[in-house]
């Protein structure tokens, strides 16, 4: 299998109950092999008393330093040339991701598996299965990666 690495990263903005605020969590990182040989597994609870619906939006993470490809034991890697502890979030132009949950979710219970993958196209893919019904809701791709 021929790999190749992100140039971007990519990160998923999400409720934090603690702050009471969005932030954002990176859920691929520049450098990173693709296509990804398993999916990165996401559980999510809802976040208030019936809630109806989760959204997800999707940013690109730019890094503001300078980076190069190594290979350590044929792999790709990333080396930071520059510290590119900066980095900025550009969120896809496409509309966010809603998800229904049926029956509403109840506050602080898990609900959701997601499952993020990116394929040979460099395509970010997503499948969302409901963990009280077990049953699959949604497979899709959302778009190109960087």
């Not at 502890?85 to 229904?100: A, D, F, Q, V, Y």
């Not at 899709?140 to 990666?145: A, E, N």
Request: aromatic share 6%.
């Amino acid at each position: 299998m021929i790999r190749d690495v992100l140039n971007q990263g990519v990160s998923l903005r999400f409720w934090d109950q603690k702050t009471k605020k969005h932030i954002w969590h990176p859920l691929f990182l520049s450098g990173q092999p693709w296509p990804t040989t398993k999916p990165l597994e996401l559980i999510i609870s809802a976040s208030t008393m019936a809630q109806e619906e989760v959204e997800l939006k999707i940013a690109d993470q730019e890094e503001n330093g300078i980076l190069e490809v190594i290979y350590k034991d044929g792999i790709p890697c990333i080396n930071d040339i520059q510290n590119s502890s900066n980095s900025t979030l550009i969120p896809w132009s496409m509309k966010p991701l809603t998800i229904k949950l049926n029956p509403p979710g109840e506050s602080g219970l898990e609900c959701l598996k997601i499952l993020f993958s990116i394929d040979n196209l460099c395509q970010l893919n997503v499948e969302v299965i409901d963990l009280r019904s077990q049953s699959q809701i949604m497979k899709k791709v959302l778009g190109l990666m960087k």
